[in-house]
């Protein structure tokens, strides 16, 4: 494959108020990973999947990993007529141990990365419900730009900017805003690059998604039409919203 997806899973989650790690929370049944890859096993072309869990969560995310693989295997048929439908796109999973931050874990991720990748894409376990031709449109658009590409909605509420006493300071344009969400996807080179830019500018802690650290180290990223399903699942309202939208598509 020439595409790889990082899937950061290594995150605690305790705005959430499980127990367990946030990518291991159930939601009908299904661990938030194990329905974040199965969106990405549905992507077009052939991947390299990479998930970061956290370090003592290694052999059930090897698990759910597994389980997927198996979901979305082509069925075994020995005389399968040459003109059926086409075996799925391969797909490899790596597992790997997460650090304290959400980029140390992306660099741990990308450390994994096999040499034929030229394109990486950065995603959340936590926005479990991310359809995968929203995976396919970023892989395509970095594809043709040769940027980094990250999906983004335009925001619904009008922004204030205010003061710590609740005072209004003023109104932002809105019109000039973007909620961004994931996968966003680079050139493997620009976001080696754009890592190793922050690690050696000590600008890891400030800056707090991959596009943020692309477009800090002077390198082009652009936004393309997000999806209202790609949104993050932070506290037990945006769990509950997920189970009903699921309930909702199981009819
Ligand atoms: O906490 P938050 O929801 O902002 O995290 C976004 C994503 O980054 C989650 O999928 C989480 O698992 C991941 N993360 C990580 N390693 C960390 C912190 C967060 O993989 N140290």
Redesign the pocket.
């Known amino acids: 494959p020439s595409v790889a997806v990082i899937v ?4 605690s ?1 305790s705005r959430l108020g499980h127990a367990v790690p ?2 291991f929370v159930p939601l009908q049944m299904r661990p938030l990973l194990e329905r974040a890859l199965d969106s990405i096993f549905r992507m077009r072309e052939a991947v390299q999947i990479i998930v ?1 869990a956290p370090s003592d969560r290694l052999t059930d995310a090897r698990g759910i990993a597994a389980q997927v693989a198996a979901r979305h295997e082509a069925p075994v048929s020995p005389n399968r007529p040459a003109s059926g439908p086409a075996a799925p796109p391969s797909r490899t999973v790596t597992i790997v141990g ?5 980029q ?2 992306v660099d741990r991720g990308m450390s994994a990365l096999i040499p034929s990748i030229d394109i990486v894409l950065v995603h ?3 926005r479990a419900l991310t359809p995968a031709a929203l995976c396919d449109e970023v892989v395509a658009a970095v594809r043709s730009t040769g940027h980094g590409i990250i999906p983004g909605l335009p925001l619904v509420d009008t922004i204030k900017r205010i003061a710590n006493s609740g005072a209004i300071l003023g109104t932002v344009d809105r019109s000039e805003l973007s909620a961004v969400q994931t996968p966003q996807g680079f050139p493997r080179s620009m976001l080696a690059e754009a890592h190793t830019w922050a690690a050696q500018n000590g600008r890891f802690e400030a800056l707090t998604d991959d596009a943020a650290l692309v477009a800090d180290a002077g390198l082009p990223v652009s936004v393309i039409p997000g999806h209202q399903l790609a949104f ?1 699942i ?1 506290t037990p309202e945006d769990l509950e919203r997920a189970e009903l939208i699921l309930q909702a598509a199981l009819g």
């Open positions: 950061v899973a290594a995150g989650g946030k990518a970061v997460g650090g304290r931050t959400r140390d874990s959340d376990a936590a993050k932070t």
